[in-house]
């Protein structure tokens, strides 16, 4: 999120109530298995903008389908590749009812990607489960199905992915009903009130299970023992389990091909993690908000595949950043909101191999960034904290493959802006400290590579600031809110026909003019403020 105070506090790996749907993501059998409505939507993008695409006889044979749905009894005699694009693209465009769902029964079809879909309960189970050994994927996240619809799936034993979040009808019970899909590799339940440790025992025969999302589900504490058998499994999200306890920890250290942990927000303390040594396959390990201290970090040293360590709201200072040191093929580092001062970054500076550090809200200062400048790989860095001045930002320079920036709090002012000419591959960049007026912006505009800019806060700038970015014709987001921009600047944003997101709040500005902007100059911009 761009704009609003002059400091924040992100979570910067997972917006949970986003689109983006944690690690896992929906799982899609082939990347071919949405292309249809993607196609459709560029189509009408590329419409908008003038230009002419003759699209495919297929695609338009499908779209006369979508058109024509009501007519069609059934698809069951077409290959199945071709009823799998039908049915994409009338979820796509959320034309599939209960009514037209019927024309799909027997049809053979792999992967229903049913997520959020309108109307979806049990009704629609029967012929979802029509498609029987055929059927690899389903998703009913957020739908009415209850314990009652998911009897159906008990004969589609080649199922591989089932996703649930969002389901909160579910309970213990359905769980039954799923005993029996022993293929199955991916499941999530993420978000559910009603699944308990009793319920977690079903699990114990799901032998090859992959991956496990039970994020956000408060009832499980206990349930984990139920886990040991799933020897198998590479990625476990219990994030924002507080239930979740060092008892919970000791039935995952059998766990040896475990890759993915993320326990954030759980009671887990340094006891807990214990429990965690022997788990030498993991790559990523988030303990984000976890009371946990440096002296646990020593449990850490042996895991030397460890590739993602988020610590961020723990209570790590200094001391501990020596077990961190072994750590090589680390890459990226969560330090947001914890004591970590100057004195600690010393040993990351031996971690070649990192891509990105989180330094928001930390005691970090000007000092302790020179510790930075040897680790050339670095492509995002996050310094977020109002101790940062020009003089930091000045140690940097040394880092010129920096694609991400993140000054947002800090102090910079126009002088500190000359050492961004040396980050010429950024493509997000965020100074909100409220130091700057227009002659440093005359230092970013340069910047062609940027995407995303924000310079909220900055109540000096003024139109010249929007003539001077005028150039920066790759933005998508442009935050230049709590400013003394008017309506005469948005002349200057015209040439900037990429951009999506724009965030005037608190300037002389209406939502009227932004409007009146887009219609004629910014075919793309979808979000705006004020709105």
Not at 96 to 106: C, H, K, Q, Y
Not at 396 to 424: C, E, P, Q, V, W
Request: hydrophobic share 35%.
């Amino acid at each position: 999120m761009m704009g609003g105070a002059c400091s924040r506090k992100r979570d910067q790996q997972v917006n949970e109530d986003s689109g983006n749907r944690g690690i896992y993501g929906r799982y899609c059998k082939s990347g071919s298995s949405k292309w249809l409505g993607n196609s459709i939507s560029r189509l009408a993008v590329d419409n908008k903008q003038g230009k002419t695409k003759c699209p495919s006889l297929m695609e338009l044979c499908i779209y006369k389908i979508r058109e024509d749905i009501d007519k069609y009894s059934s698809f069951s005699m077409l290959p199945r590749d071709i009823s799998q694009q039908i049915f994409n693209e009338l979820v796509y465009s959320q034309c599939l009812t209960e009514v037209s769902l019927g024309a799909f029964r027997d049809c053979a079809l792999q992967d229903l990607d049913l997520g959020e879909y309108p109307g979806l309960e049990d009704s629609w189970m029967d012929v979802i489960s029509s498609q029987e050994l055929s059927l690899l994927s389903v998703d009913l996240s957020g739908s009415d199905v209850t314990d009652s619809g998911l009897i159906h799936l008990k004969n589609c034993t080649n199922l591989q992915a089932m996703n649930f979040n969002y389901s909160d009808q579910i309970s213990d019970h359905g769980l039954e009903h799923i005993s029996g899909l022993s293929n199955l590799a991916t499941l999530s339940f993420r978000r559910n009130n009603q699944i308990t440790a009793q319920g977690l025992s079903v699990l114990s025969g799901l032998v090859n299970l992959l991956k496990l999302d039970l994020e956000r589900c408060p009832g499980i504490h206990g349930g984990l023992v139920h886990l040991k058998g799933l020897t198998k499994l590479e990625s476990l999200n219990i994030k924002c389990c507080n239930c979740i306890t060092d008892a919970d920890m000791k039935p995952l250290s059998g766990l040896t091909n475990l890759k993915e942990l993320q326990i954030s927000s759980s009671k887990v303390s340094d006891y807990g993690v214990t429990f965690l040594k022997g788990l030498h396959k993991l790559s990523l390990l988030n303990m984000e908000g976890c009371p946990i201290t440096a002296a646990c970090l020593d449990c850490l040293a042996g895991l030397t595949n460890l590739e993602t360590l988020n610590l961020d709201s723990c209570r790590i200072d200094d001391e501990g950043l020596v077990n961190l040191t072994g750590l090589q093929r680390l890459r990226c580092l969560e330090l947001s909101d914890t004591e970590v001062g100057s004195n600690g970054l010393r040993h990351l500076a031996g971690l070649t191999s990192l891509v990105s550090i989180n330094l928001s809200f930390t005691v970090v200062t000007d000092s302790g960034l020179k510790k930075l400048a040897g680790l050339a790989s670095l492509t995002s860095l996050n310094l977020d904290a109002r101790q940062i001045t020009d003089a930091g930002l000045a140690s940097l320079t040394s880092l010129t493959g920096l694609m991400h920036l993140d000054l947002f709090g800090a102090r910079i002012t126009d002088s500190g802006t000359n050492y961004l000419k040396n980050f010429k591959n950024l493509r997000s960049l965020e100074i909100c400290g409220g130091g700057l007026t227009d002659a440093g912006v005359k230092n970013i505009k340069d910047l062609s590579s940027l995407t995303v800019l924000n310079l909220s806060q900055n109540n000096n700038l003024t139109d010249k600031t929007l003539e001077l970015i005028s150039g920066l014709t790759q933005l998508v987001s442009l935050n230049v809110s709590n400013s003394r921009i008017t309506t005469a600047g948005l002349q200057h944003l015209r040439s900037l026909k990429n951009l999506k997101s724009l965030n005037l709040d608190s300037c002389k500005v209406t939502a009227y003019d932004i409007e009146k902007l887009q219609s004629t100059d910014l075919p793309n911009l979808v979000s705006f403020r004020p709105e």
